[in-house]
């Protein structure tokens, strides 16, 4: 296969070639997400908690898959735009070997921590059950998960983002149609609640990886597995892999400390806030993944032309990957303000919930518009394999918003909380410019 065409091709239609097709599976994905709450809605309340409460440590499973995989992404890129296709397969073949031990570990962490997790949180018996059923079944998968990420962001790295899109679109149809199956049970399939949900999840998720296999094995790539001395022992591999991989990994887990913290907060005014937060980290992703698309597509582009060191397209994919961000940003904007009460409804049969839920999208999305700024940067930085100045962005909008909203609570009770977004958003958004011109070295 050849790349060149990463450096040659004119930006703008560049990366709506490398984007769109991740754009529209980010899109089904998160319509997976809310299609998979609005059934399990349908049990109960407390179901619905559950899940919110669950929602940390399984985000935190993504995190580690895809974060390390970034790392995956960003060397193979590197290596092929620097014409180094040895050390662009030892960068996929020790990542896919880490990435299975990885998973691993998250399957045993995961399930041996989940019922003190939860008890830290609720001490409703009702809501503990249903988190542990639906945990025990879905943390299985953890393997499935960091594999399944590798190979996307393989197949990401090379330019075949298409193979990305079909991938994860089996996977999410899968998933959507074997939710009310699973959960409420048809003809010779029983009802299994929250465990049918969580089954349905990773029975979704394992149908990625077996077309992801099935392509990898039908399609000449320039990267492939090799199994060779030194290909899992490579240090400076390693060093690039985790270099990237752990900021990014942060990046994306540290929603999970997030959530976990404002979920204590919330928890000591009612729990009825807890489950507006969940509902909401459901929601948002149908945003959020969808400016995901525009970042997973610039990544290898960033990275590939970095690599053979055309810095003027390196800063023209980021000013327009802001521009595309900005259109995502301002639809999801205008949905929030426009019909709330219609789109919290749809997971609440309780008028008080739905109307506090309605106000708290109103306030929180007064940030997505200003968010793109550092969603976007943080990007180019990860693609640049710059993984420090990344997290820095994301410390700030997931560290730095925690006593933000503790401060709020105490002046204006629960919606102090959903004000510390867009507070929070805003001072990204600066440091996120700063770093932009001050700190990755693209003047040279």
Not at 372 to 391: D, H, I, Q, R
Request: hydrophobic residues 50%; charged residues 10%; glycine residues 10%.
């Amino acid at each position: 296969m050849n790349q060149t065409y990463m450096k040659e091709k004119p930006v703008f239609p560049l990366i709506l070639t490398m984007s769109l097709p991740m754009v529209l599976s980010m899109l089904v994905n998160a319509l997976y997400n809310i299609v998979d709450s609005y059934f399990v809605a349908q049990i109960s309340e407390e179901a619905m908690t559950a899940l919110s409460l669950v929602y940390p440590l399984q985000n935190l499973v993504t995190a580690i898959g895809v974060g390390f995989g970034i790392g995956i992404n960003a060397a193979v890129a590197y290596y092929l735009g620097a014409q180094r296709t040895g050390d662009a397969e030892k960068s996929f073949s020790q990542g896919l070997f880490l990435s299975a031990v990885h998973g691993i570990i998250l399957t045993l962490g995961c399930i041996c921590v989940m019922p003190l997790f939860l008890r830290l949180f609720t001490s409703s018996e009702t809501v503990i059950s249903y988190g542990l059923g639906y945990s025990n079944v879905v943390f299985l998968f953890s393997v499935v998960i960091t594999v399944e990420v590798t190979y996307e962001k393989l197949f990401q790295a090379v330019g075949m983002m298409k193979v990305s899109m079909i991938s994860m679109l089996v996977g999410c149809v899968v998933n959507i149609i074997l939710d009310p199956l699973f959960i409420f049970g048809a003809g010779f399939i029983p009802a299994m609640g929250v465990e049918g949900a969580a089954l349905a999840t990773g029975i979704g998720q394992a149908a990625t990886l077996v077309i992801y296999l099935v392509i990898y094995r039908r399609v000449e790539l320039p990267v492939k597995f090799r199994l060779i001395r030194n290909s899992l022992l490579d240090r400076k591999i390693c060093k690039r892999l985790y270099g990237v991989g752990i900021p990014a990994t942060l990046n994306l887990a540290l929603a999970s400390l997030l959530i976990t913290a404002l979920n204590r907060i919330l928890s000591g005014f009612s729990q009825m806030y807890v489950l507006i937060l969940g509902i909401y980290y459901k929601l948002q992703t149908f945003i959020y993944l969808t400016a995901n698309g525009i970042v997973q597509g610039i990544r290898p582009l960033v990275s590939y032309n970095y690599g053979a060191g055309r810095n003027d397209r390196v800063r023209s994919i980021h000013k327009t990957a802001l521009f595309l961000g900005l259109v995502i940003m301002a639809v999801g904007t205008g949905l929030c303000m426009i019909i709330p009460d219609q789109i919290i409804g749809l997971f609440t049969h309780s008028p008080e919930t739905a109307r506090a839920g309605a106000l708290a999208l109103r306030i929180i999305s007064c940030g997505f518009i200003v968010s793109t700024v550092s969603v976007m940067t943080s990007g180019t930085f990860e693609g640049l394999g710059k993984g420090l100045p990344s997290l820095m962005i994301s410390l700030i909008r997931y560290i730095a918003i925690i006593p933000i909203a503790f401060v709020l609570s105490l002046l204006f009770g629960a919606v102090g909380v959903w004000h510390a977004f867009w507070v929070t958003e805003l001072i990204a958004a600066g440091v996120s410019i700063i770093l932009f011109f001050y700190s990755f070295p693209l003047k040279q």
